[in-house]
């Protein structure tokens, strides 16, 4: 019967890249050859310690998430206690409820992340082929403008989406600054 737990560990500051991957390759493998299964590693990094362990005051934190059988449970805490580079560890059991809404909570995001990412691209295809179907004609920049219509009217506006489009009364048309017609005159 499978479980959630929790495993925290604190390593000898001193070790390296190599050494804590191939701590952390053999707790995947002796997860992986039980039928368990490692949800998340979080890597504090390094940390100081509460008190000195083997004249050491930091210690390299890691905290991993897995679901495991009470055989796996005990292969991990026989390999961690006989490891030199592990000062202390600690597996424990974790409450089913905060797991499962840990679980929901990151389901809802995962479906939401989804949804964000179609509609992006269907916004963007609709944006391509609203550019695609008006072509800006390169002509048309020394023209005179035809009466009736004003400059703002001829230029040509890119597609904005409904959230974002902005709009103006007259009177913030109207109380809005000039725009700047030289550039070069404003030097930073």
């Known amino acids: 019967m499978s479980r959630d737990y929790e495993l925290g560990f604190i390593l000898n500051p001193e070790v390296s890249e190599d050494e804590i991957r191939a701590l952390l390759d053999r707790i995947d493998q002796i997860v992986a050859n039980y039928g368990g299964q490692i949800v998340k590693v979080n890597h504090w990094g390094r940390r100081r310690l509460a008190y000195p362990i083997e004249r ?3 210690g390299y934190y890691i ?3 897995s679901i495991l059988t009470p055989e796996t ?5 026989r ?20 797991v499962q809404k840990e679980r929901e909570a990151r389901a809802a995001a995962a479906v939401a992340q989804a949804e ?3 509609q992006a691209e269907a916004s963007a295809a609709q944006a391509k082929a609203e550019a695609s179907a008006t072509p800006i004609e390169a002509g048309n920049q020394n023209e005179a403008p035809v009466e009736g219509k004003t400059e703002a009217e001829e230029i040509p ?5 409904e959230e974002e489009a902005i709009v103006l009364s007259p009177e913030e048309i109207e109380s809005a600054p000039p725009a700047i017609e030289n550039p070069e005159a404003i030097e930073a």
């Open 56 to 58: 050491h005051r930091d």
């Open 63 to 65: 905290f991993i998430d």
């Open 73 to 77: 449970v005990a292969e991990i805490e």
């Open 79 to 98: 390999t961690l206690r006989v490891s030199e580079i592990v000062f202390r560890h600690m597996m424990k059991r974790r409450d089913p409820k905060a």
């Open 116 to 118: 964000a990412a179609i």
């Open 157 to 161: 506006v890119t597609p904005v989406a």
